[in-house]
């Protein structure tokens, strides 16, 4: 079996085996940052675990100011443009060269108003300072990463996709255990730590190899092309991040660490559809480009339906989840997990909504939709966390990714009209229906997790329903792997 197996992965192409390890390495990540949330949870007080979580919602949203997303889709149009070495080099080079001058920007703004900004974030000064070192550093992984990817070499990739997670984790327990007063600092320093020693170490690297800071055309060809999607990135943060910083402003650090808790179980759901996510791009586009409609109507809805059951299945346990995932303070977590988790399955929907519009290369849309769904989130949280604390940013996350996935499903519907004449890629009918399914079992659930007995026979009865559609399941995401 072990001959089979080493046979079968060393037939494999390179760009399946890349994707392979891609996937790992993104499960491995994740997989190490969730095992870790316990310990912290249970190190740190629920301020502390929430000021923690203010300073990676509020780094997430200033990395788009800092770094514009250069390394997503812009950066590997431009590789695909570049094929000489060299020039690559001199390109992620000049790539560097712009965002740290855009973080210098950022440096000259925020220094002479400390206490304005840092009143403003609800951070102190000296964590402040430590985000702007991590901002200078973090776009350079992101751009050796990009390129990694893009160029298939996954040894690299895997061994400092690996260190990282695991160091990350292993010096924040140590500085945690020996602070003794301001343990969410503690956290804080070790994240940074790590950053700036393997990233800023990336950063120099690239440098040398590239040797260009400034490359007019490279900054005008980037700008250029990302700027406009600027709103579209910053929007979709938002509604991931935003959250937190608005139940800091209006309740308070205790409750946003409750709620990171609850958020983190929610998108435990993600392992799976980022695992998805890396084939199925790919697996539209060569059917779009076959024009095989029905192949992608009849397996996405096979998806969806296996992605629902599996947030209703995650949705079972909550209460189970939240005692593993910290101590008897985060209980109260149990309410918010259901439409959390059900946010993910409209966020799925959204990336297969969206990848018609990247294909005919008409994402001038994707910005409006996105930008509708951020405001329609603060309005939401403004008016009812004040009322129902941060039980209700749960439901407000929910609310507007639906809003979010139906942008893009009118936005994406509209594309297909002009470029294929009909709407036949999508069965806009069983998506419904199974989009309604998901987002009642989340509210249902709220009433049953009093009565202990009846989850685990429901729970049953899916695992049942589960094993009987399993041939189908493995079929429909063979179909999408083979490439």
């Known amino acids: ?129 430590l985000m702007m070192a991590e901002l200078l550093v973090e776009p350079a992984l992101q751009f050796w990463s990009a390129r990694q990817r893009f160029e298939y070499r996954y040894k690299t990739m895997v061994s400092v996709t690996l260190l990282k997670s695991a160091l990350n984790p292993v010096l924040g327990l140590i500085l945690v255990i020996i602070a ?65 910083i608005m139940i800091q402003n209006m309740v308070g650090e205790s409750e946003v660490g409750i709620y990171s808790v609850a958020y983190s179980i929610g998108m435990l759901v993600q392992l799976f559809t980022n695992a998805i996510n890396n084939s199925l791009t790919p697996w539209m586009y060569e059917n779009l480009n076959r024009k095989d409609y029905k192949n992608i109507r009849r397996n996405v809805n096979a998806i969806l339906l296996f992605l629902g059951g599996v947030i209703v299945g995650l949705c079972f346990f909550v209460p189970e989840l939240v005692k593993i995932f910290g101590s008897e303070e985060y209980y109260s977590a149990i309410y918010v997990v259901p439409p959390v988790a059900a946010s993910v399955y409209f966020i799925f929907l959204y990336n297969v909504f969206a990848i018609p519009q990247m294909y005919y290369e008409k994402q001038k849309f994707m910005s409006v939709a996105s930008i509708a769904a951020a405001i329609l989130n603060i309005i939401l949280n403004a008016i009812f966390i004040p009322v129902f604390g941060f039980y209700a940013a749960g439901y407000t996350t929910v609310a507007s990714y639906i809003v979010y996935s139906t942008g893009h499903y009118w936005f994406s519907r509209k594309v297909c009209m002009e470029e294929i004449g009909s709407f036949e890629l999508f069965d806009s009918k069983s998506i419904l229906l199974i989009s309604i399914g998901v987002f009642g079992c989340s509210i249902a659930f709220i009433f049953l997790y009093r009565f202990g007995m009846v989850r685990y026979l429901m729970a049953i009865l899916l695992l049942i329903v589960a094993i009987g559609q399993y041939k189908r ?10 490439r």
């Open 1 to 129: 079996m072990l001959n089979k197996i080493k046979k079968f992965y060393n037939n494999m192409s390179i760009a399946t085996k890349a994707a392979l390890w891609f996937v790992f390495c993104n499960i491995m990540q994740k997989g190490i940052s969730t095992i870790t949330v316990p310990l912290f949870t249970r190190l740190l007080t629920t301020a502390e675990y929430g000021t923690y979580s203010l300073y990676i919602s509020w780094f997430n949203i200033l990395t788009i100011v800092t770094s514009l997303n250069l390394y997503y889709g812009v950066f590997n149009n431009a590789l695909n443009r570049i094929r000489d070495k060299c020039e690559r080099d001199k390109y992620v080079s000049s790539m560097q060269g712009l965002t740290i001058t855009l973080t210098i920007v950022l440096i000259i703004i925020y220094a002479p108003f400390q206490d304005f900004w840092s009143n403003l974030l609800g951070l102190n000064k000296l964590v402040l300072w």
């Open 180 to 244: 003794r007063d301001d343990k969410a600092l503690a956290r804080i320093v070790s994240v940074v730590a790590v950053e700036v020693v393997i990233a800023g170490s990336i950063m120099v690297l690239q440098f040398v190899r590239g040797k260009t800071l400034y490359s007019k055309d490279n900054w005008k060809y980037a700008l250029g092309f990302n700027i406009p999607l600027i709103p579209h990135y910053l929007s979709g943060t938002i509604l991931n991040q935003g959250d937190r």
């Open 473 to 482: 399941i493995i079929s429909v995401i063979k179909s999408i792997r083979k």
